[in-house]
């Protein structure tokens, strides 16, 4: 079965610092791969998605993804973060054909102002 | 558009009560339903998920069931709730057929058994 794994459970940054979350998945074959985040008191909503061709994927509120197959990860940046973008982040994968996701830990991510 | 409901929003039960945790999306037919519990530092765990009417496919073998009366309804139930049925559980829908569309979630429904 296959597995997601997320490094760092929580995440503590300053306003403007950059942010790299590592995402790493455990199947060999072609995948789909999701960020999604959760902000305080909020639904669970997508960032971005990577499906196929350029590895470098954009989302909104200037999130990016890049997709690195050799390594089977697909770690979230930004190079400037904001103190709204203090929440939960969640990668996810699933498999071309399954209906199912499978979800990592997620990381907690408080941006101090 | 689309959209998605979860009811109650808060719910505390005693244990060895009964539950029922109800879904409803709107707007769209024929959705891939899912329920899926969120544990703090342990992400979203898939439960049950269904691809239509009656149909149940469940990940985790456990306490709840789940069932799909209708399209657009999905229920999560227990006959009994146990201490450890306690948390935050979350409702999503995506369209049919290719694997790349996007799971919408609901706005979950956090149990707490005592």
């Known amino acids: 079965a296959q597995s997601v794994s997320q490094h760092n459970h929580h995440v503590i940054l300053s306003e403007a610092a950059s942010l790299e979350l590592g995402c790493n998945y455990s199947y060999g074959g072609t995948v789909n791969l999701f960020w999604y985040v959760q902000y305080p008191g909020q639904h669970l909503q997508l960032l971005l998605k990577y499906f196929s061709g350029d590895p470098l994927v954009k989302g909104i509120k200037g999130f990016e993804a890049e997709f690195i197959k050799s390594k089977f990860s697909f770690n979230l940046r930004k190079p400037s973060v904001q103190w709204s973008d203090t929440a939960e982040y969640f990668c996810a994968v699933n498999r071309p054909g399954y209906s199912t996701l499978t979800f990592g830990k997620g990381t907690m991510l408080l941006v101090s102002p | ?114």
């Open chain 2, 1 to 114: 558009s689309q959209t998605i409901h979860q009811w109650p929003a808060t719910l505390v039960q005693p244990v060895g009560s009964p539950l029922s945790l109800e879904c409803t999306v709107e707007g769209t037919s024929n959705p891939n339903l899912y329920w899926y519990r969120q544990a703090a530092g342990r992400g979203l765990q898939l439960l049950f998920y269904s691809v239509g009417i009656g149909q149940i496919s469940s990940e985790v073998p456990q306490n709840l069931s789940a069932s799909r009366p209708q399209d657009r309804q999905f229920i999560l139930s227990s006959k009994k709730l146990l201490l450890s049925d306690s948390g935050f559980y979350l409702c999503a829908w995506r369209r049919t057929g290719n694997s790349r569309e996007t799971q919408y979630f609901g706005p979950g429904t956090r149990l707490l058994v005592l």
